[in-house]
């Protein structure tokens, strides 16, 4: 929902007596990755914000090209790579103006990253790579799930028991650093070998993936 809706929600919430476990500061902060990625630090790659077409290039070009860009909530994959992926300032600006345009994905803010190169065997309908992704969800330190983010599954798919201490180790690392007692993380592994934390969400508006919903 809008900022200003999960607001007034759990201020109407509050006032009859509920408990609200994630307040609106901490669900902001997980939803807008321009918010998070400064708390998580090292953790995720190096960003920029630019809420300026006109802007875009010399804020970018520290970064380089390729880059990944999406609004501050959420990007436009399920439109396919070419729009979510900067190749040149060409790209770039026309996506940032893209994006500003779509306020409920954007909030009036783009963020641009290195694109990450994660390992994956597979690709979608849409020629998006389906990456060595996975959703973790952790409550007050404790990681209560992990699986496996895309759907399907392939050769890379089953995470060692080192890996998946890596990766739990990763999420509750990351959650840590944020206000939410709730928090879902994203995280992925580049072709050298390293993981990534993605994003993170609000868990209660993300999908489950793989996700074991009673476990939820």
């Not at 070009?61 to 999406?70: E, T």
């Amino acid at each position: 929902p809008p900022f200003e809706r999960y607001e007034k929600l759990t201020g109407a919430l509050a006032s009859q007596g509920y408990r609200v476990l994630v307040q609106p500061s901490a669900h902001r902060q997980m939803l807008e990755v321009d918010l998070s990625s400064p708390a998580l630090g090292d953790l995720c790659p190096p960003f920029v914000v630019i809420n300026d077409e006109t802007k875009a290039e010399l804020l970018a070009r520290p970064l380089g090209f390729p880059l990944f860009l999406k609004g501050s909530v959420q990007s436009l994959k399920h439109h396919g790579l070419d729009a979510c992926i900067a190749k040149d300032p060409e790209s770039l600006v026309t996506l940032v103006r893209t994006l500003l345009r779509k306020q409920q994905h954007s909030r009036g803010r783009v963020v641009a990253r290195p694109l990450l190169k994660l390992r994956h065997v597979r690709t979608s309908p849409l020629g998006f790579p389906i990456g060595r992704e996975y959703r973790a969800v952790v409550f007050r330190g404790d990681v209560l799930d992990i699986a496996a983010y895309w759907d399907g599954t392939d050769s890379l798919t089953e995470l060692s028991p080192s890996e998946a201490r890596d990766v739990r180790d990763l999420a509750a690392k990351a959650a840590a650093r944020l206000l939410s007692p709730l928090v879902g993380v994203d995280i992925g592994q580049t072709d050298d070998g390293r993981w990534w934390v993605i994003e993170t969400n609000d868990p209660q508006f993300m999908g489950v993936s793989h996700l074991n919903p009673l476990v939820m």
